[in-house]
């Protein structure tokens, strides 16, 4: 069973623009940790949130979480053709074990 | 450094027989996971070691599942009397140490059963 939702479950957006995809989860946790996975790579971690944390940044990326809501959304700023693939919200609430959700498609035309 | 290998990285059986996929993980990451992911869904959970010890296997769908880490690095995970739901992707991770540390993922093994 998957924790994590996606949303949209696909997005296309124009080269130069900015992508947001949003998680939601329905148990407390300690962290939540979005992903990465294309053909070419497989799957990479792209940043780690921690639970007393609001907001992050790495790079073009932008991570929010809100614990009271229990969501959180990451922004990729101006989009390049590379950041094609999909994007996966994983939730860790016990010691070890990652919750995953379904991910979001995300196809940048150039 | 080497990342996390797997192999084979595709694998066909025919319904009924045993399968062995192998997971080397990043050298000196005590915490290995096995995940399953189906087509078009994230990956779920199976199993994890710290170390040689398996200390969580409730993800693992049945007792044709069994996984193992004997010596704390490489792991095996068998199936056996494969069936036709368990196609997928079975992939590998590591990390240095669980409780807010990122997992390292190996490309996976897609296993076709027919």
């Known amino acids: 069973s998957q924790q994590g939702e996606e949303d949209p479950q696909a997005l296309s957006i124009q080269e130069g623009e900015n992508a947001t995809m949003n998680c939601s989860y329905k148990?407390?946790?300690?962290?939540l940790q979005w992903y990465r996975q294309n053909s070419g790579r497989g799957l990479v971690h792209l940043i780690l949130i921690r639970s007393n944390e609001r907001e992050k940044h790495s790079g073009r990326l932008r991570v929010t979480l809100d614990t009271s809501k229990k969501s959180s959304s990451l922004l990729i700023t101006a989009s390049r053709a590379a950041d094609t693939a999909s994007y996966f919200c994983?939730?860790?609430?016990?010691?070890?074990?990652?919750?995953w959700g379904a991910g979001t498609k995300l196809i940048i035309k150039p | 450094g080497a990342g996390v290998s797997q192999s084979p990285r595709y694998k066909v059986a025919k319904r009924g027989q045993d399968v062995a996929l192998r997971c080397d993980p990043i050298?000196?990451?005590?915490?290995l996971f096995w995940y399953q992911q189906a087509l078009g869904q994230g990956p779920e959970f199976l199993t994890y070691?710290?170390?040689?010890?398996?200390?969580?296997k409730s993800g693992l769908p049945s007792d044709r599942f069994f996984a193992e880490r004997p010596e704390g690095s490489v792991s095996t995970l068998k199936i056996q009397r494969t069936q036709q739901e368990d196609s997928a992707v079975y992939l590998c991770a590591s990390s240095s140490g669980t409780g807010g540390f990122e997992q390292y993922f190996g490309p996976g093994t897609r296993l076709t059963v027919t």
């Open positions: 070691f710290q170390n040689e010890a398996q200390l969580d």
């Open positions: 050298s000196g990451h005590v915490s």
């Open positions: 148990t407390s946790i300690n962290n």
């Open positions: 994983a939730t860790e609430g016990g010691y070890y074990q990652l919750i």
